[in-house]
Nanobody, 126 residues
């Protein structure tokens, strides 16, 4: 059974940093592209970035480029989202997601992902 569990959210001041973790079980993370998404009340869930299974390269949306970094630890079956220089507009519930097909190139679009975690809240406020 595929399961994803995010952790590491919290409250931080603007300019601060957080690292989110996503623990994967029921599948081998390194074979599947993985995505990070976020959602605020009243808005659609939006992609933040993704990591390609084949070569570990990453893609980010413009609003987080240069500030966020996605990585994985294959030995631990974990995915991470390092967030720096956080802004109030980064506030939201953050979700990790897994593609159901092996080795597909990642995109920051929801339809590609079939498995989702429960989310972790990130609040950026002074």
């Amino acid at each position: 059974q595929v399961q994803l569990a995010e952790s590491g959210g919290g409250s931080v001041q603007p300019g601060g940093s957080l690292r989110l973790s996503c623990a994967a079980s029921g599948f081998t993370l390194e074979y599947y592209s993985m995505g990070w998404f976020r959602q605020v009340p009243g808005k659609e869930r939006e992609g933040v970035g993704c990591l390609n299974s084949v070569d570990g390269t990453t893609i980010y949306v413009d609003s987080v480029k240069g500030r966020f970094n996605i990585s994985r630890d294959n030995a631990k079956n974990m995915l991470y989202l390092e967030m720096n220089s956080l802004k109030p507009e980064d506030t939201g519930i953050y979700y990790c997601a897994a593609d159901r097909l092996r080795y597909r190139r990642c995109v920051t679009l929801r339809p590609q992902y079939d498995y989702w975690g429960q989310g972790t809240q990130v609040t950026v406020s002074s």
